[in-house]
């Protein structure tokens, strides 16, 4: 890692003060502990980061359990949250004062792992609950009162445990764990075999526990789903379930992400993956085609009704663009039987709206009811002609009620057998209130804009932005949407590549000097790009010998001596619209012409690289607009968007950058470049101190470097010498005479990746 800036020398040291450590072993990590814990922790976290080491070292265990957690905590922190320190704080005083002490290393050293097998909080504290339960239960004592004696089978534990979340979920862990209590308490001995998953009844009791499908096990799979179908990229966050009688009971999405159960069992012969696809599609489908509604004069009765049909509205939506899912749904939805709930006794209404739902997706239903057939067969011939939206779903459902209301649905006794449909969210996102005028409230709510400049865009990604008068980050701060530019004639690249053909030519030429040229050969490959002779003919032989063959009998080449992944972001600001002195070109063309030159000579060179825009109009308004991806080629429709550029709005620099950065880290490069083209300052019309902005740009550069991304800014105003340098350090260019960018750009590409 780089030095800590001379600047941090002093926080540094009154941290070292702070840590109060008389151990050398800390001087020789503390620094480098400090740096990463920067990149994740605010200085309230760092402050709680030293003042629990600082503990740890003060409590009698000597070095490691400091060491340990200085190194450990940042990466766990990163995952769970830094307010995740203080369940974790409490179990460690709990282990502290038991005479369990000797297991606090092993439990310290076990938190990045289980961080990862329990990306929240919530199953965090979950887990420790269970371990402190382990703890107390199986800790023993003389005379009754007093524990003295130490849990034979708590480090165990500790030490299998993300082991054993990697196979089930924290609630089976529970069962698991309970199983071991209940039966070898006092065999210390065999409860230690338990633990250790020695024991044959223990790795009985987890192959019954592991039932069921982890969503941190496949979050990567329903990723790929939500993208490849749906377009959608939201986080999938998870809550735990069957422990304590949780009251999180369906799934729902905010700002946050998308919130699903951490387990879901097989259900009517449908693994669990694909309950997670229905379950996914279903909230996709949600943030398609649904819009919210404004909730204060209904009653729940209507809004339960509405909410139904709705839900139903979406899954005939679903059918209809991909008929593969209509099994999966249909097995999953509860099919009522008519008459099977008494309105005497029960308040029917959800028995009904369940009857109904499954009505509208299933024309082969089988019910009898009038009202049913009726409204069923009117919502799906409306779907059918696309003519049905959110707000014509109200009306219908309003006189649904209206028209099939009994006194008895006021009945305290509600039929709920067969209405449960476990796919589905809790329809929050379906309801707005008056009352919630606060501009907080209304965070997800994008600006409206001109329909004549709308883009086809994803929901938004919302970012923190930094507050250096606070020296904290304002959690959630920015609405980011992202899209498509728009396309436009991609003749006018032509036409400008044509115009400086002896410069591209001059750059190709340079350019081909940069190729790498060394290929590696990869052997013994069961895919790859041609068969291996010597090594086929080898199979061959022991194929004819009666023995074994191998079946890698393929090679594949890669490229040696160069690995860079780009990306180009744009400042597409309104600025950029203004002429040049010496020309009668505008800013935006002559970067069009530099970008097409880049585009087109990097194309050449073979590496990945992407090109992205981004302008903004206040912090709950920022877009970025997708010009060249790294899957696609330099082809038509790149040079299509290109050619369309359109300046306009402000410059909220840092947001972007996160964006960018999202993609580009996920780029398989040794190093990876984020280039930005800018005319001017950070700036935007709801910022009136110029210094907020400049600061979030130097804190994402700063943040971009800890991920390992090299940022470097070419600067087109000529009085860029006064902030530039503040955000960018010494990793920058400022270009005086515009005029001369289309050749400057790829050279300076050239002169960053030689």
Request: aromatic share 8%; proline share 5%; with cysteine.
């Amino acid at each position: 890692m780089e030095a800590l800036p001379s600047n941090s020398s002093l926080e540094l040291h009154q941290l070292r003060e702070k840590l109060d450590s008389r151990f050398p072993q800390v001087d020789d990590v503390f620094e480098e502990c400090i740096k990463e814990a920067k990149a994740v922790l605010s200085p309230l976290g760092i402050e709680q980061y030293i003042e629990q080491a600082r503990f740890l070292g003060k409590m009698g265990r000597g070095v490691e359990p400091m060491i340990i957690f200085l190194q450990e905590w940042p990466q766990a922190a990163n995952i769970l949250g830094e307010k995740s320190l203080e369940c974790i704080k409490e179990t460690i005083h709990a282990i502290w004062k038991s005479p369990n002490g000797s297991a606090i290393t092993a439990f310290l050293e076990s938190l990045p792992a289980i961080s990862r097998r329990l990306p929240s909080e919530d199953l965090l504290k979950e887990y420790l609950a269970v371990t402190v339960d382990l703890m107390n239960r199986t800790s023993t004592s003389i005379h009754g009162i007093h524990k003295t004696y130490a849990s034979p089978s708590l480090v165990d534990f500790i030490q299998h445990s993300h082991q054993l979340l990697g196979v089930m979920s924290i609630s089976g862990l529970k069962n698991w764990v309970e199983y071991g209590i209940r039966n070898y308490h006092h065999h210390p001995d065999n409860q230690r075999a338990f633990f250790q998953l020695k024991s044959s009844d223990s790795k009985a009791v987890m192959q019954r526990e592991r039932s069921g499908t982890l969503l941190v096990d496949n979050t990567r799979k329903l990723d790929l789903y939500l993208l490849g179908l749906w377009n959608e990229t939201e986080l999938l966050v998870p809550y735990p379930t069957g422990i304590n009688g949780s009251l999180i009971h369906a799934p729902y999405y905010d700002h946050t992400g998308i919130r699903l159960p951490d387990v879901y069992e097989d259900l009517n012969e449908i693994p669990g993956i694909d309950r997670y696809r229905a379950t996914l599609a279903h909230m996709a489908g949600h943030r398609t085609w649904s819009n919210p509604i404004f909730a204060d004069n209904f009653s729940p009765l209507q809004r339960l009704a509405v909410e139904f049909i709705e839900d139903a509205r979406i899954d005939f939506l679903i059918i209809k663009q991909y008929p593969g899912l209509e099994n999966l749904l249909l097995s999953l939805h509860p099919k009522p039987i008519e008459g099977e709930c008494d309105p005497q006794s029960h308040s029917c209404i959800r028995h009904r709206l369940a009857m109904l739902s499954r009505a509208i997706i299933d024309i082969n239903h089988g019910y009898q009811d009038a009202d049913i057939r009726h409204y069923s067969e009117k919502i799906r011939t409306l779907l059918a002609k696309e003519d049905l939206s959110t707000q014509e779903v109200l009306n219908i459902a309003l006189s649904y009620v209206a028209k099939t209301r009994l006194q008895s649905d006021q009945l305290p006794q509600t039929y709920f057998k067969d209405t449960e449909i476990s796919y589905r969210d809790d329809n929050r996102h379906l309801w707005k209130f008056y009352e919630l005028s606060d501009d907080e409230e209304q965070f997800d709510l994008k600006p409206a804009t001109d329909s004549a400049e709308e883009i086809q865009t994803l929901p938004p990604r919302h970012y923190p932005e930094w507050d250096y008068a606070s020296q904290t980050y304002r959690p959630d701060w920015v609405s980011l949407y992202e899209g498509l530019h728009p396309a436009g004639d991609p003749r006018e690249i032509d036409q400008i590549l044509e115009k400086h053909s002896v410069l591209a030519k001059r750059l190709k030429r340079l350019f081909d000097l940069l190729k790498p040229q060394n290929q590696v050969r990869i052997r013994y490959q069961e895919e790859g790009d041609e068969l291996d002779l010597d090594v086929a003919l080898r199979s061959l032989i022991d194929l004819k010998s009666g023995n074994q063959p191998d079946l890698r009998i393929n090679m594949s080449h890669k490229t040696n001596g160069r690995s860079i992944a780009v990306m180009l972001l744009l400042d597409l600001s309104e600025s950029l619209n203004a002429k040049i002195e010496s020309s009668n070109q505008s800013i935006l063309e002559l970067s069009q012409e530099a970008v097409a030159l880049f585009a087109s000579s990097i194309d050449t060179l073979g590496d990945p690289f992407a090109i992205a825009g981004f302008h903004s109009n206040s912090r709950h308004d920022v877009n970025y607009l997708h010009i060249k991806g790294y899957s696609e080629s330099w082809n038509e429709d790149v040079k299509g968007r290109l050619a369309n550029l359109n300046a306009k709005h402000s410059t909220r620099m840092g947001a972007a950058m996160r964006h960018a950065a999202h993609y580009l880290n996920g780029q398989s490069a040794d190093k990876k470049l984020m280039i930005v083209l800018t005319d001017g300052e950070p700036s935007d019309i709801d910022v009136s101190d110029e210094n907020v902005l400049i600061q979030d740009a130097r804190q994402a550069v700063i943040e971009l470097d800890h991920m390992g991304i090299f940022t470097y800014c070419i600067n087109l105003d000529k009085n860029a010498d006064q902030y530039v340098g503040n955000i960018f350090g010494k990793q920058f260019t400022v270009i005086d005479r515009i005029e001369k960018l289309p050749e400057q750009l790829p050279r300076l590409f050239m002169a960053l990746t030689h």
